[in-house]
């Protein structure tokens, strides 16, 4: 089945330093599209960027992320982080061929920026 | 923005007991979701909805029952309540012109003693 991994746990940065947050994936289809999605502490989680094709570039708020299938991967990126980007983030896959509209999620990664 | 509303935001229970959560969304959207948060598994999805009357099983259903009333009204059903469903409950909804974004509501604790 599909599955989502984000491989690291806690991520600490120093703030205006850049950070990646790793993201890869498994899927036996090619009709997918993939999200970042940003949980700030006590809040719901919320989408931040989605993109479905391949080797395109996608920003919002700072953040980047391009898919790369070649690799399985969307890894999400800021060149200079804030404070206040401090969040949980889930990568997440959806597969319209067969999952029926629903999100395959990674289990997170927990950003902390520091001063 | 689009709107998605929860109650109760907290809840305690006794092991075996009933609990019905709600969730309500005012943005037409045709799927609604159940999802569970734990540290260490991130999002699961219990069940979600196409629409009224419409039910489809998720990942982690065991224990759970759904159940869609109107395109508005999503509830998650816990019949014998038991520790392991401590969680911190989100319902979302999405649909097909938002480009399969989905909105979350603001989450529901429950604790199962």
């Known amino acids: 089945g599909d599955s989502v991994t984000q491989t690291e746990g806690l991520v600490t940065v120093t703030e205006g330093l850049p950070v990646m947050l790793n993201c890869t994936y498994q899927t036996a289809y090619s009709d997918v599209a993939f999200f970042w999605y940003v949980q700030y502490l006590n809040e719901a989680p919320k989408l931040l960027l989605r993109?479905?094709?391949?080797?395109k570039r996608t920003e919002h708020q700072g953040f980047h992320a391009t898919l790369h299938k070649s690799s399985s991967s969307f890894h999400l990126q800021k060149s200079s982080v804030q404070l206040s980007d401090s969040a949980l983030y889930y990568c997440a896959l959806m597969n319209y061929g067969s999952s029926g509209n629903k999100l395959i999620f990674g289990i997170g990664t927990l950003l902390s920026v520091k001063p | 923005e689009a709107a998605v509303t929860q109650s109760p935001r907290n809840k305690v229970t006794v092991t075996g007991g009933n609990v019905t959560l709600s969730c309500r969304q005012t943005n037409s959207h045709n799927y609604m979701y159940w999802y569970r948060q734990d540290t260490g598994h991130g999002l699961r999805l219990i069940h979600y909805?196409?629409?009224?009357?419409?039910?489809q099983i998720g990942d982690v259903p065991d224990g759970y029952k759904a159940t869609r009333t109107t395109q508005e009204d999503f509830f998650l059903l816990l019949e014998l309540a038991s520790p392991s469903q401590t969680s911190l409950y989100f319902c979302a909804s999405s649909d097909l012109d938002s480009q399969d974004t989905q909105y979350f509501g603001p989450g529901t604790r429950l604790l199962v003693l």
């Open positions: 993109s479905s094709t391949d080797n």
């Open positions: 909805s196409y629409g009224a009357g419409n039910l």
